[in-house]
């Protein structure tokens, strides 16, 4: 390996190990006078709870354009395959003030409590038929056996998709994640790139149908906010609708996959006592939903980006500065919440920042509560010896998007 390619290699062990247990740096940042620069995430790091609030509402001040930046930049063989899909537009999360609440209506309705309400029986059917297939096992890896399943199926049903094409899409949405979060040699970067570009096509193609005869789904109601009319697609829009479905649907379902599997995790760890509490109490349900939002939150951090220059916390950062605010951060702050490194499922209902905060606060919790409680319950009525399996140790992916165990080997 040459000097450069060393430094490299180095640089990216530093980040994964970060990145599988970024609290130690957290709880330093918090300790510290104003805003801890972070070259890693070549970021200034947003900690505390009331920092990370208050820049969540300065939104004047604090551009979402980069939310999302991504930690790679694909090779130029992997761009040339992604020009066989859909040019990237704006998205909900990237945009702010009026397109903002323009990408931003037709979620807040597709999402509403009644639309969830409305979807419980079918994502407890799917739950349970999921659990059906190993439940004489003994033993089952649950990443992919549940949690990475249960949240597509639900995404899936809610934009629309006949139900043979969630597995494709589904895998699309973690290519595109793999893709643009983490480090992968050529080969494995255009396999990524062409499974993106499929999905992209599949989006397309729901948009363009759906557009000439709507139906009561997500995607219709996506089509007639963002292009209204009943005109052919525009390129534009049919550009435009690729990005936001595809954002959506991974928003739908990668983020809920792992906070299952942070959940189970941390029920079972430490002799399972919270997970015998849970089975004991199931009104402690709910409660335990928010403590392994707020614990280990699925979502670490967004970025924003200054557009002009500010004063947080004391620190003076000037127009064009990146922060990354870090909602796993503040849901350990000592000052908000007490023993916050305790994972305790009896903890009072605690205002918890898993799920943002703000205008871009996230339309789809009550879904993801919704789909975790409904797994909790038929976990504890059916599976009370559930154990984490002795001979796998759990590791964490290296990935601040979206924290979650690799995999999660359980027994019964
Ligand atoms: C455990 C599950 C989930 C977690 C932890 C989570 C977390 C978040 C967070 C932290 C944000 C704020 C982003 C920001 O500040 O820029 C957000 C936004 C968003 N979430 Fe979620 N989310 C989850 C599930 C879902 C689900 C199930 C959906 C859709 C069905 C969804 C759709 C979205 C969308 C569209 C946005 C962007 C909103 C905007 O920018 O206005 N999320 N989510």
């Known amino acids: 390996?040459?000097?450069?390619?060393?430094?490299?290699?180095?640089?990216q062990q530093r980040l994964d190990d970060l990145y599988r247990d970024p609290y130690?740096?957290?709880?330093?940042?918090?300790?510290?006078?104003?805003?801890?620069?972070?070259?890693?995430?070549?970021?200034?790091?947003?900690?505390?709870?009331?920092?990370?609030?208050?820049?969540?509402?300065?939104?004047?001040?604090?551009?979402?354009?980069?939310?999302?930046?991504?930690?790679?930049?694909?090779a130029p063989a992997a761009f040339g395959v992604l020009a066989g899909g859909f040019a990237k537009r704006p998205t909900v999360?990237?945009?702010?003030?009026p397109a903002h609440r323009r990408h931003r209506a037709p979620l807040n309705s597709g999402l509403s409590a009644a639309r969830v309400t409305a979807l419980r029986p079918y994502a407890a059917e799917r739950a349970a038929a999921l659990l059906d297939g190993f439940a004489a096992d003994g033993r089952t890896e649950l990443m992919a056996s549940y949690a990475r399943r249960l949240p597509g199926a639900v995404i899936g049903r809610l934009i629309g998709f006949d139900p043979a094409d969630v597995p494709a899409a589904v895998h699309g949405g973690h290519q595109a994640e793999q893709l643009l979060f983490r480090p992968l040699d050529e080969a494995a970067q255009l396999a990524a790139a062409e499974d993106v570009v499929t999905l992209q096509h599949l989006l397309d193609r729901y948009a363009r149908a759906r557009r000439a005869e709507p139906r009561d789904?997500?995607?219709?109601?996506?089509?007639?906010?963002?292009?209204?009319?009943?005109?052919?697609?525009?390129?534009?829009?049919?550009?435009?609708?690729?990005?936001?479905?595809?954002?959506l649907l991974i928003a739908?379902?990668?983020?809920?996959?792992?906070?299952?599997?942070?959940?189970?995790?941390?029920?079972?760890?430490?002799?399972?006592?919270?997970?015998?509490?849970?089975?004991?109490?199931?009104?402690?349900?709910?409660?335990?939903?928010e403590e392994a939002a707020r614990f280990d939150t699925a979502v670490q951090g967004f970025r924003r980006t200054t557009t002009r220059p500010v004063t947080v916390a004391g620190t003076e950062l000037p127009a064009g500065a990146t922060v990354f605010v870090a909602y796993g951060s503040a849901n350990r702050d000592e000052g908000r919440h007490d023993d916050p490194d305790v994972f305790d499922i009896t903890r009072p209902p605690a205002r918890h920042v898993a799920f943002g905060y703000g205008a871009h606060g996230c339309p789809g919790s009550q879904l993801a509560r919704g789909q975790l409680r409904l797994t909790l319950e038929l976990f504890t009525r059916r599976l009370p010896g559930l154990r984490l399996a002795k001979d796998h140790a759990v590791e964490m992916r290296p990935t601040m998007i979206h924290r979650s165990p690799l995999a999660l080997h359980l027994t019964w």
């Open 217 to 247: 789904d997500l995607c219709s109601a996506m089509v007639a906010a963002l292009a209204p009319g009943d005109g052919e697609l525009t390129d534009d829009q049919r550009a435009e609708l690729v990005s936001n479905l595809q954002n």
């Open 1 to 11: 390996m040459d000097a450069a390619a060393q430094e490299r290699s180095e640089h």
């Open 252 to 289: 739908g379902h990668l983020t809920t996959t792992a906070l299952i599997g942070n959940t189970f995790h941390h029920l079972l760890r430490d002799d399972r006592k919270q997970w015998e509490l849970l089975c004991a109490r199931p009104e402690l349900i709910p409660g335990a939903v």
């Open 93 to 97: 999360v990237s945009t702010d003030g």
């Open 24 to 74: 130690p740096l957290y709880a330093r940042a918090r300790r510290a006078e104003g805003l801890t620069f972070v070259p890693e995430l070549d970021a200034w790091l947003v900690a505390r709870d009331a920092d990370v609030r208050e820049v969540l509402l300065r939104s004047d001040d604090f551009s979402s354009e980069q939310a999302l930046r991504p930690d790679v930049m694909p």
